[in-house]
């Protein structure tokens, strides 16, 4: 089951037992919860909010990534790709949002919810530009998803970018990178040589045993258990409607920017986990779904959403494409949301133990990126789309120094382009609109 591909678009219909979709949907959580829950402590540190308040937007975080998850995976008429993509709250938007502290959460909540309803729009006029979204423009954008995200996950296995920066004296020591590397050498395992649902579940069982050998080297937060509540509602519009021109505009161009990794991330979810390319329903249908959990998300006082790339990686990796398990995810995530106490238990684990995913998963998003753009003509035009893309991509990602004197013109423009995937988008797509064809 785990190891097939098939090219048919009935996998992702394919209902799983219970006893194996919750499982590979625990599993998809586990991947995408430290991400999800960073972005609001980090906005959170920043606003200067009280330590309640902090628990409230991670719970909120949880609950807004459930509903998100859900309207991908179940779908509404046209709305939802209909895939196993998992959404979570978005790092993308964190330059934009700092910015208006000034202002406080209520104006990025308000300028989210005109984002997610312009993303809406964006999705809903994507056919008649679908022909300018090629493999190869794609391919490139999936691939440099991969890429600039195996630098987290190398940080996550060295024990978290809080302890590199606080404590650069034990990253990356022995402790960390034998839970890493216990993850990482289990599940590879497990997939390898596991049949059924040993192979499906395989980062699961990887992170099961990261998490025994973490408790042994004495890694786990066992405080973070016992100080969550058991039960929180969630209470939508708690800091309020502020209309903030400024954040407002930002929000709009971050939704195209968002839009692109999107169709990335669907991109590679159906060639990862079914070797076919996605449809136009499915891209259309998944950024209005994007839009929808973005605007959800903001009336419930949670960051903007997004499709979550290390979950597409999972998809690659265990080849289980049931959007089913994707809504098992949606349901687990909004549990977690409603039942503090439970997200607590994942909270407790180490960063290392994600790690070791993590370096799995992206490597295999780079992949499918791979196998996207071996899709195309390789024509000396598209060599050089591919590789002024790349250059400029992993270029300034890896020497952000080159855009220092960068004019910030309001949106962190210099910052944007640092990583990866903006610049070498941009570029794919610009060059493949404007470059001609050569003739046969």
């Known amino acids: 089951m785990a190891k097939k591909r098939t090219t048919s678009s009935g996998a992702a219909n394919k209902k799983l037992p ?14 995408m919860f430290a991400g999800n829950i960073t972005v609001p402590l980090i906005v959170a540190g920043v606003f200067g909010v009280t330590t309640g308040e902090k628990i409230f937007l991670i719970q909120m975080a949880l609950f807004a990534a459930g509903v998100a998850t859900i309207i991908q995976t179940v779908g509404y008429k046209n709305i939802g790709a209909r895939l196993p993509i998992i959404q979570g709250t978005s790092f993308a938007f964190i330059p ?47 691939l440099m998803i991969g890429i600039s995200l195996l630098k987290v996950g190398f940080k996550y296995a060295g024990g978290g970018v809080w302890l590199m920066n606080n404590k650069p004296e034990i990253f990356a020591n022995w402790h960390h990178l034998t839970i890493a590397g216990t993850v990482l050498i289990v599940a590879l395992l497990a997939n390898l040589k596991g049949k059924g649902m040993a192979s499906a579940a395989s ?48 929000m709009l161009f971050m939704s195209i920017v968002t839009t692109i990794e999107t169709i990335g991330d669907i991109s590679a979810t159906t060639m990862g986990g079914a070797n076919r390319e ?3 329903k499915e891209l259309s249908g998944g950024i209005m779904a994007d839009g929808v959990g973005t605007a959800f ?10 499709s979550y790339s290390q979950n597409a990686g999972l998809v690659a990796f265990t080849g289980v494409i049931s959007r089913h398990v994707g809504t098992v995810a949606g349901v687990i995530l909004i549990l977690l949301g409603l039942f503090p106490k439970l997200g607590g238990i994942i909270a407790a684990m180490p960063d290392s133990v994600i790690g070791g995913a993590a370096i799995i998963m992206f490597g295999l998003i780079a ?11 390789m024509s000396q035009r598209n060599v050089l789309i591919l590789a002024l893309s790349l250059s400029f991509g992993i270029g300034l990602y890896a ?11 309001g949106i962190k423009l210099g910052l944007l382009l640092t990583t990866g995937l903006i610049p070498a988008g941009l570029l794919a797509f610009i060059l493949n609109a404007t470059l001609p064809i050569p003739k046969k």
């Not at 990261?210 to 890694?219: D, P, T, Y």
């Not at 519009?237 to 903030?244: A, E």
């Not at 998300?297 to 997004?306: K, Y």
Request: hydrophobic share 60%; glycine share 10%.
């Open 18 to 31: 219970l006893n194996q979709s919750i499982p590979l949907g625990i599993q998809h959580v586990f991947a």
């Open 96 to 142: 934009i949002m700092l910015p208006f502290k000034a202002f406080g959460l209520g104006a990025i909540f308000t300028a989210a919810f005109i984002g997610g309803i312009f993303q809406i729009w964006i999705g809903k006029m994507l056919k008649p530009i679908r022909h300018m979204f090629p493999p190869l423009v794609t391919g490139i954008v999936v």
């Open 203 to 250: 980062i699961l069982i990887g992170i099961v045993a990261g998490f025994i050998v973490a408790a042994m080297l004495g890694e786990v937060r066992w405080d973070k258990i016992a100080a969550a509540d058991w039960f929180a509602l969630p209470m939508p519009l708690q800091y309020g409607i502020d209309f903030v021109w400024g954040a407002v505009i930002l």
């Open 278 to 280: 996605a449809t136009n």
């Open 297 to 306: 998300a903001s009336i419930f006082n949670a960051m903007p959403n997004t």
């Open 367 to 377: 992949g499918a990126g791979i196998k996207l753009i071996s899709k195309s003509e």
């Open 399 to 409: 020497f952000p120094e080159f855009v220092a004197h960068v004019p910030d013109l």
